[in-house]
Structures are given as C-alpha cells and as structure tokens.
C-alpha cells in the first residue's frame, strides 16, 4: 500500500447556516451547525465504515467499499478549493480542506453495538 493511500483527501463548505463535510475517497458526508462537529462526525463515520468494511457486516463486499470514491463534482470542487486556497490563502472562509488518516486498527463503537 502507497503512502497516499493511507491519507483520506476531504473538505468541508459551509451552505445555508450548515457545514457538510466530504471523505471524497470514501463517498462519505457528514453535516453538523459547526466545522469541527461537521468534521468528528465524519471521523466517526469514517472508522465505523473501514470497521464494517474489513470486519464488521460489510467484509464481503470490503473491496469495493474500500475503493468507493466520491463523483467527479466533488472531486472537482475540492480541486477548485485546494487551488484557490494555495493562491489566496483563503483557509478560514466558507470551505476548509483536510486530511484523515486512513484507521489502521478496526474501529468499534460500544455505543451503536
């Protein structure tokens, strides 16, 4: 496995008083009043995704899961977002871009079990 492949590329924007925050290499969303919540939430999906991927409920289909990326809009907006932000340094303003390692250790949640 490559380096890369262990750093999940995501963003975050801020639409209509919420932010929605984007995993683009797992198709995931997660929407919330604040950045940060919006940001936890998706961490949180995105352990219960690789967990039920590789040994929860979902291990048969794991390659595909595990390889499910977002449409090439999303994909376009976070390119548009890293562009702009490298030329105006616009890091604070209505989108956000981030990375999130890849869990390397299944991850449960006693609290949905």
């Known amino acids: 496995m490559k380096q890369n492949q262990l750093i999940l590329r995501c ?10 925050a984007f995993c683009l290499d ?3 969303a997660a929407q ?12 949180n999906m995105i352990k219960a995704y690789v967990f039920d991927a590789l040994v ?15 449409p090439l809009l999303e994909w376009l907006k976070y390119y548009f ?4 932000c490298r030329f105006t340094h616009a890091r604070k303003g209505v989108y956000r871009l981030f990375h999130e390692p890849l869990p390397l250790t299944p991850y449960y949640n006693n609290k949905t079990a």
Not at 32 to 43: G, P, Q, R, V
């Open 56 to 70: 929860g409920e979902d291990k048969d289909y794991a390659q595909q899961l595990l390889y499910r990326k977002a």
């Open 81 to 84: 977002y890293l562009v702009t």
């Open 11 to 20: 963003y975050a924007r801020y639409d209509e008083g919420q932010w929605i």
């Open 26 to 28: 797992f198709d995931l």
């Open 32 to 43: 919330a009043d604040s950045f940060e919540e919006a940001k936890t939430k998706l961490e």
